[in-house]
């Protein structure tokens, strides 16, 4: 079939707009019809070309919501007209990751997601001929895409797809860190680097356990209002402080319990960990670093009790919690409508990477 998808052809350059080949699915896989798919932080830095793993051609997009057209052989959980979030870390429940409990990285096919293939390590898009690449195992940024059915969480029907589109990425990033990662104690004092479509979750996250002290760093002004609304308790700007680190020291009494990272900035995540709490401190990446960069802290920071760990995805397992938090978004648990602050169609996509890129957006959402 054919399908409009816009089309990243080399990094750094605007997407373009083409109508591709898709092949129907294979062994195991579906075609989806996405309605909606929100544009992440995360697109932007493939788009860059600073992802070790972008390749091009390929069709962006992980943030997406939509209808199963068509299934695959060997199919058995999903059919015609069910609602689906696309998930860019899937849920076998059968390898060695999944059944550990201890992690929510499922690594069935990580090998062949990576260099944008199907599980069978071929592409279903191309164009003249020519293969062009899956993304991250969604490509939501093509209005039909096909999936491996164990990267796909079916949702109740009843969930608008121009809002939880969102939850396939920066709301499950965000309260999952809080929820499934660090497991954020009512009470606790919590720091949050970023406050974008990834860290305004967080704060909603940390407001939803009862944390104490919510405090949001960014260099944004702008970013105030908004994390207020979502349970912020205090705000500090990097450029308005003379160090950071020891104005949130001063504010927690001794350091925060938990920390954030939501940039993807090194010096960042530096600060990040030394804010916390000697003895018991705990600072979670989820900010998606340049290729190549390290971080790098005095050891005496971790020997004195602090903790630095990461979080992909929040945590979450697709197919288990994010039909979970669909049900917390219907049932008015969480606030998604706030934070999509632009929509726009697919023709307007590169409009809403330089929304998000000058700071104007929270989360641009492409409706299909
Ligand atoms: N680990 C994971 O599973 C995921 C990671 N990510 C990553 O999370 C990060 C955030 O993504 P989004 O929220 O979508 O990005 P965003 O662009 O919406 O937000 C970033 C925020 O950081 C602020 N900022 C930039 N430099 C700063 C600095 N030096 N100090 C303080 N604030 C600063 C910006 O003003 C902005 O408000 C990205 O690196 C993205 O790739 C995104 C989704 C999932
Ligand atoms: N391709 C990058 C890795 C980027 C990365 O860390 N992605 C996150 C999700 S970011 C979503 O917006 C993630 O889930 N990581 C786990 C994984 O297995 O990729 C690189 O190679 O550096
Ligand atoms: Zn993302
Ligand atoms: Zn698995």
Not at 127 to 144: C, Q, V
Not at 152 to 165: N, Q
Not at 312 to 333: H, L, N, Q, S
Request: net charge neutral; proline share 4%.
């Amino acid at each position: 079939m054919k399908t409009k998808a816009a089309v990243a052809w080399k990094s750094g350059a605007p997407l373009t707009i083409e109508t591709v080949d898709l092949d129907g699915p294979r062994f195991g896989e579906v075609l989806v019809e996405i309605k909606a798919t929100g544009i992440c932080h995360t697109d932007y830095y493939t788009l860059s070309g600073a992802d070790p793993e972008g390749i091009f051609p390929a069709i962006l997009g992980h943030e997406g919501a939509g209808i199963v057209v068509d299934v695959g052989p060997g199919v058995t959980t999903l059919k015609k007209g069910d609602h689906v979030i696309p998930l860019y870390t899937p849920e076998c429940r059968q390898c060695k990751f999944c059944l550990s409990r201890k992690t929510n990285l499922c690594q069935l096919i990580r090998g062949t997601q990576g260099k944008g293939l199907m599980p069978d390590a071929t592409s279903r898009f191309s164009l003249d001929g020519k293969p062009i690449f899956h993304y991250m195992g969604t490509s939501t940024f093509s209005n039909y895409t096909v999936a491996p059915e164990i990267s796909l969480a079916k949702i109740r029907e009843d969930a608008p797809f121009d809002k939880v589109c969102y939850i396939g990425c920066g709301v499950t990033t965000g309260i999952g860190a809080v929820l499934f990662t660090a497991k954020v104690e009512a009470g606790a004092n919590v720091v949050v680097f970023g406050l974008g479509g990834i860290g305004l979750n967080v704060i909603q996250g940390a407001k939803m356990v009862g944390a104490d002290k919510i405090i949001g760093v960014d260099i944004n002004p702008a970013r105030q209002e908004m994390a207020r609304k979502f349970g912020m308790t205090h705000f500090i700007n990097p450029r308005e402080v003379d160090n950071v680190v020891d104005a949130i020291v001063q504010l927690t009494d001794g350091g925060a319990d938990y920390s954030f990272e939501c940039i993807g900035n090194t010096q960042v995540m530096r600060q990040a960990l030394e804010c916390t709490h000697k003895g018991w401190g705990r600072s979670i990446i989820i900010g998606v670093a340049e290729a190549g960069a390290e971080i790098s802290t005095r050891p005496f920071q971790l020997v004195t009790g602090r903790k630095w760990e990461g979080s992909a995805f929040g945590g979450a397992r697709g197919r288990t919690d994010v039909p979970r938090i669909v049900d917390w978004y219907m049932e008015g648990k969480i606030n998604i409508d706030d934070l999509i602050t632009h929509t726009m169609p697919l023709e307007d996509i590169n409009k809403g990477f330089d929304l998000m890129k000058s700071g104007e957006s929270i989360r641009g959402v492409v409706l299909y």
